[in-house]
């Protein structure tokens, strides 16, 4: 298991999980919104040209993370596997990830959806308002991520779901508990096998 993706709606724990994935795989952790933060924060031309989407709760455009998250799984560290976390978001970025990776003959092996209700979701945004503070867990701005994001992970979802690599799981109940069940999820699915 070398190429995962992990969906889900915010709130559902997908980075948590992501993180605990990436260690006991060995597999390097990529997320397009610490990407995004981080160039933000040390404001490059790219951090600016993100900064006020994020702050709105919109996606950056398609073309701008594309470029983004394709350069950044072609570093060396990558090569090994990587799970990515926020990416795809569009149906437009799940289509150019595989166009790139098909160029190298390889794949994405799975892809794990985190089912959470709207009520925890939203129970669990407020609380990370609070604890971190980050200015689009306000809830204004959560609402309109929520929204945004609805429309994009189906898409996403039946993008996989078309290619038989979509793996679904629970995301309610404590970390652990659902990394138990992600990991378990993960060991069901053979890896594929590379063609380069
Ligand atoms: P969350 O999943 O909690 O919304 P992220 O940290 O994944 O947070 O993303 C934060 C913000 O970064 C998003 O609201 C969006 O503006 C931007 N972003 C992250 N990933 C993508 C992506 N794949 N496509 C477009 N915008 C993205």
Known sequence: ?????????????KGTQAVRVAEERD?????????????????TELGLRARGYMER???????????????????????GGFILDGFPRTGGQAEALERALAERGLGV???????VPQEVL???IAKRADLEGRTDDRPEVAAERL??????????????????VLVVVDGVGSVDEVAARLSEALDRVSPRVETA
């Open 147 to 164: 929204r945004v994001q609805r429309t994009g992970i189906e898409d996403v979802a039946r993008f996989y779901g078309a290619r038989g």
């Open 27 to 43: 597999i390097v952790h990529i997320s397009t919104g610490d990407m995004f933060r981080a160039a933000a924060t040390a404001g």
């Open 57 to 79: 709760g919109e996606l950056v455009p398609d073309q701008v993370t594309i470029d983004m998250l394709l350069e950044r799984i072609s570093e060396p560290d990558a090569e």
């Open 109 to 115: 092996d799975v892809v794990t959806r985190i089912e």
């Open 1 to 13: 298991m070398t190429r995962v993706v992990i969906l889900g709606l915010i709130g559902a724990g």
């Open 122 to 124: 939203l129970d669990r």
